[in-house]
Antibody, heavy 121, light 107 residues
Framework: QVQLVQSGIEVRKPGASLTVSCKAS????????IHWLRQAPGQGLEWMGW????????KYAEKFQVRLAFNTDRSINTAYMDLVSVTSDDTAVYYC??????????????WGQGVLVTVSS | DIQMTQSPSSLSASVGDRVTITCRAS??????LNWYQQKPGKAPRLLIY???SLQSGVPSRFSGSGSGTEFTLTLSSLQPEDFAIYYC?????????FGQGTRLEIK
């Protein structure tokens, strides 16, 4: 069965960097894009960007352009999100999600379990 | 960015009730609209994609309709496990954007 398993809870000080991993199983890894989203405590869902696991191409939300990078290690079916210069505003649960296309756009059919990232001095 | 607005923001209902949640887009998005359910401490779960297609494994009491700028998610007979937060999401334009959520609570 399709699974996306993310790395564990992270605590960072302001100004630090952060890496979250997302290991896929149960399907052909490079056939689907992976998107990254986050959810601040008690808030809604915010899209951060996507990575094409076949080509390595990426698209980032404008607000994260300078601080965010996505990578992949195809040999272990894992996608990574790197966020630098974190602040307390980056405290959130970070999700990876698989994109599936349909006749009307795309949707996120499988999600990782989420990683709670806390930024605090 | 396309703004998605859900109504109501919260809703109290009883088991067995029929419930409708509305999602409005700031511009026409054809049928590029998805619905998710989220329970506390869990990742969102896809319910409906392309406005009205039921995701595999989702009970048939969930249904979606609409096109253009107005969409609805209907739960035909609420079950105890349906009390959660529901989000709509558009994929018509990048960035994909979500509604603010509708919290469905037990009356």
């Amino acid at each position: 069965q399709v699974q996306l398993v993310q790395s564990g809870i992270e605590v960072r000080k302001p100004g630090a960097s952060l890496t979250v991993s997302c290991k896929a199983s149960g399907y052909s890894f490079t056939d689907f894009y992976i998107h990254w989203l986050r959810q601040a405590p008690g808030q809604g869902l915010e899209w951060m960007g996507w990575i094409n696991l076949n080509s390595g191409g990426t698209k980032y939300a404008e607000k994260f352009q300078v601080r965010l990078a996505f990578n992949t290690d195809r040999s272990i079916n894992t996608a990574y999100m790197d966020l630098v210069s974190v602040t307390s505003d980056d405290t959130a649960v970070y999700y990876c999600a698989r994109e599936e296309s349909s006749s009307s756009g795309y949707h996120f059919d499988y999600w990782g379990q989420g990683v709670l990232v806390t930024v605090s001095s | 960015d396309i703004q998605m607005t859900q109504s109501p923001s919260s809703l109290s209902a009883s088991v067995g009730d029929r419930v409708t949640i509305t999602c409005r887009a700031s511009q026409s998005i054809s049928r590029y609209l998805n619905w998710y359910q989220q329970k506390p401490g869990k990742a969102p779960r896809l319910l409906i994609y392309a406005a009205s297609s039921l995701q595999s494994g989702v009970p048939s009491r969930f249904s979606g309709s609409g096109s253009g700028t107005e969409f609805t998610l209907t739960l035909s007979s609420l079950q105890p496990e349906d009390f959660a937060i529901y989000y709509c999401q558009q994929s018509y334009r990048t960035p994909p954007t979500f509604g603010q959520g509708t919290r469905l609570e037990i009356k």
